[in-house]
């Protein structure tokens, strides 16, 4: 991680084909940045993705017409030049409507596994590092929480604390942090009695600057692959809640409740159903394979 | 061995109390319950007598010990909104419904997912890994909702192939009424194929490429053997500590798949029951799932011990 | 390799193998003697006494049956005798007596006139708190015993002898016949429920015995209630439908696929839902009929504490709210089109007598929302209210709280009406459940909600008795509280002249809606129903069950 040896890299770049036997010592990061873009996929669905966050943020801008603004004269119309994606069955914009699910859509899952992933991380580390009965009664938390059948707790923290979108986060996030939680106190077990961390220990280093300089970095990579899978999951969470009627509820709007609007239409607008359909798909494809390049560029074990 | 089951009871007890405590207590904390919206037109002397009847009039911690009480004898009372209706019921009645659906979509979908991963994993780098791998990040990328939406419109509306909802019942409990039960097995199995198609075939390349393989094809030992003696023991691995869970989850409902084709299973009564408020209901079947999913864990431990020796589990 | 993969694959093929035999034999036995229906959800009770809704009287006007039936054609509703098999009035109009038929219950036991007798009443016994005892009340002596007044012995219903019944009634009551109709006066049998207990008989199908055409053989809550037919039916050679399946599914698309597909033989809906069916009316399998439904849809204002604005005793204020919504609009907003506008409450499936009763009335808005027929006039109203009250006439400043279950398509219409007629706010609130909608509404943490009512019998009574002020029913519509109204509404008792009683209800329909603006009523159902084109004789009453089926068949 030291810059000092990532001269090299700009070499190892031009053509690995020729230096095929003696590994260059680049940087981790460096290296699964190469191999990452790279992959043309992976590369091709990450912009897409960044294409699709610019258009769900300012999409609606594009547009001169109001996501929220019913017109009962325009109700159920096909696709065309003002309404690009057509009309919904209150007469609203459907294009304007589709960026703000995927924003909410998009948020939820993002910030849903940003809190567990950042919540479990902490809780996992501080276990570890403690230890001893701190770490025994912390682990049986984990795993009743590891226990809980997720869906079913979800939906119950849905009708206890009402819908919306800041219950909604809890709610994922509560059920899902309990894996980073174990994967960081297995990480740092291994990394507590490295030589660095024993002295950063003696230096009296305070606990939360060790966390950040020595934990957080050696768990980089196993976290963003968590990222890569736990978001197209709590895409799905939200929309399916939602479509349930347990999740983010009307007026506001996500990709959920415009799939479960849409499935009224289905017969005669099957645009309506399809469009958001298709949007989700998309997206979660898209994360999913960039999930994999990730993989494929941050395992050590898939050197190419 | 036997420490270490008994440790995990104590664990097991300890962690069904917590989730059951929290569920009622979560529960009660809202305003409203069962009976509101089935007594809320009534005189307020009828209602009161209702509330009664029920003993949902009562304190909440003296309501905690009675249920928490009974849940010790097994008991976790009778529905509220659905009266007659108990755990045992809902266990002889619904259960039965959802296991099938969940069985046969696991025995469609990783046997296939098996299949196809061991395929592409052989054949890397060809077409045929090349079209596993879109078809199972496809099916990985739609959830079982839309699928079954997919599906149910146009097997069952457009092409008339099969009947739109519905799920085989008496007599035909376990076997027969096949043709109601294909959709909802394809609209949760295809998702298991796409998952465990890439589990598969990671694990394998894993192993493909892994010293011992490389050893063993070294010193010349067939393609045939290598993969019986090495391959597939150890690429199995992740397979077998994975099957529990999912056989779990699966036989205890699909929500989704079931809420579409109307399969009155154990997923969709336990919507109905959070929406009625029913408590006894929402508790038994959370500290039922519960349990289950904690035995699960363990028998998966035991399994990773089982195929693994370099995993011991239990020193601390 | 080939070994293991063969095992692998061998499986899988298995697997399908069986899925796909399964198609094979894909017998939907959809014989002629077979109907299948659906329900949105599940009946909440099997107990005639504790009915609440539509879907119970569906399958219980099925499977049991009282004095009379009533008999639907070309939407309007008539009666027909049944288990009665004649009756008499008194001169004076108040005692009715009833010689029944000699028929059976399921099990072979007589149908008796005691069993009547018990079932008025059980429903009134206080106890049982049951929802639709006021339904009795017109019977001498019931609403003394229901409110813990009186006593059983002193309500007016007398078996004379097995096969003779005499209810007397309290006031002359023109419409008593329309209301002892309903599925909650019919008979019961003490000593089976009695075995259970009121509570568990609730849902207790299996216990259950009928007296109706059909009996219940299973009933899987979410999945499917299977009805045969039941040859102890006094009238079973007439039934020609020997099994009912009747499935829940609320989802619109799936009943028009079931439709389509020939494996449902009829529907009934009404508002948006009804736009998803009308690629079907081309079909040539499928019959459509339209028949205006006995339902009013109405905006509540909170006048038990104002709201949450505090702004809603005030009349004006009510006014404009009520006068600013475009009722085309809204029915086209919300029912697609497919129901009605209405400007007035009673709606005009009514009939008084054989007097149309929405033909006498007229719509009781009209000359007011002529009068405000801009919003500039409309805001000034608004602001007029605002100064009565003594608040800021900042209009802008104004909002108010809509409260609503899951969200509805009404909040959001109104928001905008409201914001661009009147350049005032609303908040959407949206509760969880219902039981934390009943919560929040007991606490009355609103300003707005929307609501319906269905009529329960064929007279303006049913809709205009929920704004007497001791009815119970008007609290859960904003708590309207007039003694103006209490007092016209007190003359009906002794009034039995048609003509008479039109006026009263017109008078009483105009304060409510047009004076005081206690309601703002604002669509009205109107009822599609397709049908697969072999099924005859399927009827669809406005008052009571959606369905009656019993001597439907199918050619």
Not at chain 2, 203 to 222: C, H, N, Q, R
Request: with cysteine; hydrophobic share 40%; aromatic share 10%.
């Amino acid at each position: 991680m030291d810059s000092k040896f990532n001269f090299v890299s700009t070499s190892s770049a031009t053509d690995t084909a020729e230096q095929p036997t003696t590994p260059v010592s680049i940087g981790f990061w460096q290296s699964a940045g190469h191999k990452f873009s790279h992959d043309r996929l992976s590369m091709t669905c990450a912009t897409i993705l960044i294409i699709l966050v610019l258009v769900a943020i300012f999409g609606p801008m594009l547009s001169p017409l109001n996501p929220n603004q019913l017109h009962v004269n325009q109700q159920n119309l096909a696709p065309s030049q003002t309404y690009w994606f057509g009309t919904d069955h209150l007469g609203r914009d459907l294009f304007t409507r589709v960026c703000l699910g995927v924003r909410i859509s998009l948020i939820v899952a993002l910030v849903a596994t940003l809190l567990s992933m950042v919540f479990g991380t902490i809780y996992g580390m501080l276990m570890s590092y403690f230890g001893g009965w701190v770490d025994s009664c912390l682990m049986r938390l984990i795993e009743i929480f590891n226990s809980l059948p997720s869906l079913l707790v979800t939906m119950i923290i849905m009708t206890v604390l009402g819908n919306g979108i800041g219950t909604m986060l809890f709610a994922l996030a509560i059920t899902s942090w309990a894996g980073a939680a174990r994967q960081a106190r297995g990480l740092v077990l291994q990394l507590r009695d490295t030589d660095y961390v024993t002295a950063a220990i003696m230096l009296n280093t305070p606990l939360w600057k060790i966390m950040l300089r020595h934990f957080v970095p050696n768990m980089m990579s196993i976290l963003i692959l968590d990222i890569g899978q736990s978001i197209p999951a709590n895409i799905f969470a939200e929309a399916s809640l939602s479509f349930l009627g347990l999740g983010i509820q009307a007026p506001n709007t996500s990709l959920g409740i415009l799939i479960s609007e849409g499935q009224n239409q289905m017969l005669q607008h099957a645009s309506q159903l399809y469009i958001p359909i298709l949007v989700l798909v998309v997206i979660v494809l898209a994360f999913n394979i960039v999930g994999d390049g990730l993989r494929d560029a941050l395992d050590p074990k898939f050197k190419a | 061995m036997l420490k270490v089951i008994l440790r995990r009871l104590v664990a097991l007890i300890i962690s069904l109390f917590l989730i059951a405590s929290a569920t009622f207590f979560l529960l009660a904390a809202v305003p409203g319950d069962a009976l509101s919206a089935q007594t809320d037109k009534l005189p307020t002397a009828a209602r009161k007598q209702v509330y009664r009847n029920t003993g949902l009039d009562k304190p909440v911690l003296q309501r905690y010990e009675i249920t928490m009480t009974n849940m010790l004898h097994g008991d976790f009372g009778t529905s509220i909104a659905d009266p007659g209706m108990t755990m045992h019921t809902v266990l002889k009645e619904k259960l039965p419904l959802s296991a099938r659906l969940g069985l046969q979509q696991v025995l469609f979908g990783i046997p296939l997912g098996l299949l196809l991963g061991t395929l592409a994993a052989v054949y890397k780098n060809t077409w045929l890994d090349r079209s596993v791998t879109i078809v199972s990040l496809l099916l990985m990328s739609v959830p079982s909702l839309i699928l079954a939406l997919l599906l149910q419109s146009y097997f069952g509306g457009t092409l008339g192939w099969f009947p739109i909802i519905g799920w085989p019942e008496g007599s035909n409990l376990w076997l027969g009424g096949w043709s109601y039960t294909v959709l909802p097995t394809l609209a949760g199995g295809l998702g298991y194929i796409a998952r465990y198609a890439r589990l598969l075939k990671n694990s394998m390349l894993d192993v493909l490429s892994s010293d011992y393989v490389l050893t063993a094809k070294t010193k010349g030992l067939t393609g045939r053997r290598v993969v019986m003696n090495h391959v597939v023991r150890n690429a199995a691995i992740p397979i077998i500590t994975s099957l529990p869970v999912t056989v779990a989850f699966s036989i205890t409902g699909s929500v989704f798949v079931e809420s579409i084709f109307v399969i009155p299973g154990i997923g969709q009564y336990f919507v109905q029951a959070l929406t009625n408020r029913d408590v006894p209901i929402i508790m038994g079947e959370t500290v039922l799932l519960a349990a289950l999913y904690i035995v699960t864990l363990f028998i998966t431990d035991l399994l990773y011990m089982a195929v693994d020796p370099r995993i011991k589990l239990y020193q601390n | 390799m080939g070994k293991h993969l063969g095992l692998v694959a061998g499986v899988a093929v298995v697997g399908l193998t069986t899925l796909l035999a399964g198609c094979g034999n894909n017998s939907t036995s959809t014989t002629n003697k077979t109907l299948n229906l659906v329900q949105a959800s599940d009946p909440t009770t099997v107990d005639v006494n504790d009915v609440r809704n539509a879907n119970e009287f569906n399958v219980l006007n099925a499977t049991q049956e009282g004095l009379f039936r009533v008999t639907s054609k070309n939407g309007k509703d008539s009666l027909k005798l049944a288990q009665a098999k004649s009756y008499t009035i008194s001169k004076d109009g108040k005692t009715y007596t009833f010689k029944l038929r000699h028929t059976k219950w399921s099990d072979g036991k007589a149908v008796t006139a005691q069993q009547f007798v018990d079932s008025i009443i059980r429903e009134l016994t206080p106890k049982n708190g049951f929802a639709y005892a006021s339904m009795a009340y017109d019977i001498q002596g019931a609403e003394a015993f229901n409110t813990g007044k009186g006593t059983a012995n002193q309500v007016g219903a007398k078996a004379l002898d097995q096969h003779t019944l005499q209810i007397t009634l309290t006031n002359k009551t023109p419409y008593f016949l329309k209301k002892l109709s309903s599925v909650v006066f019919y008979p019961v049998r003490l000593d089976k429920i009695n075995k259970v207990g009121t509570k568990k008989w609730k849902t207790d199908w299996q216990d259950q015995v009928y007296n109706g055409a059909y009996k219940m053989t299973s009933w899987k809550t979410n999945g499917k209630i299977v009805l045969k037919k039941n040859s102890k039916f006094w009238n079973a050679k007439k039934v020609n439908l020997t099994k009912v399946n009747i499935t829940t599914t609320a989802k619109d698309s799936t009943m028009v696929s079931l439709l389509q597909s020939g494996q449902l033989d009829a529907v009934l809906t009404s508002g948006a839902n009804a736009s998803d069916f009308n690629k079907l009316a081309s079909s040539n399998k499928i019959t459509k009929r339209t028949q205006a439904g006995g339902s009013t849809s109405f905006i509540v204002f909170n006048q038990h504490t104002g709201g949450t604005s505090k702004l809603l005793k005030n009349t004006k204020i009510r006014e404009a709210l009520s006068l600013a919504i475009n009722r085309n609009a809204y029915n086209k907003a919300i029912n697609g089109g497919q129901g009605q506008a209405v400007y007035s409450f009673v709606p005009n499936s009514i009939d008084v007598n054989t007097t149309n009763y929405h033909d006498y009335a007229g719509n009781v808005l009209t000359s007011a929302l002529k009068q405000y027929n801009s919003s500039a006039k409309l805001q000034a109203l608004f602001k007029a209210g605002l100064k009565e009250t003594g608040q800021s006439t900042d209009l802008s400043k104004v909002t108010l709280n809509y409260l609503t279950t899951s969200g509805d398509d009404t909040g959001t219409f109104l928001k905008q009406q409201y914001k661009s007629k009147l350049g005032i706010n609303v908040k959407i609130t949206t509760a969880p459940d219902d039981a934390s909608f009943i919560a929040d509404r007991n606490a009355n943490k609103y300003d707005l909600l929307a609501n319906a009512w269905n009529g329960d019998y064929d007279d303006p009574s049913t809709f205009l008795n929920l704004w007497v002020s001791t009815g119970g029913f008007q609290k859960f519509f904003g708590g309207y509280d007039s003694t103006e109204y209490d007092k016209l509404y007190g003359t009906l008792a002794d009034t039995a002249d048609t003509q008479k009683r039109l006026k009263i209800y017109s008078q009483l329909e105009k304060l409510v809606v047009a004076k005081d603006f206690g309601v703002a009523p604002v669509s009205g159902a109107k009822n599609q129903i397709y049908t697969n084109k072999n099924l005859k004789n399927f009827q669809t009453p406005v008052f009571g069950p959606d369905y009656d089926y019993v001597y439907a068949n199918k050619k």
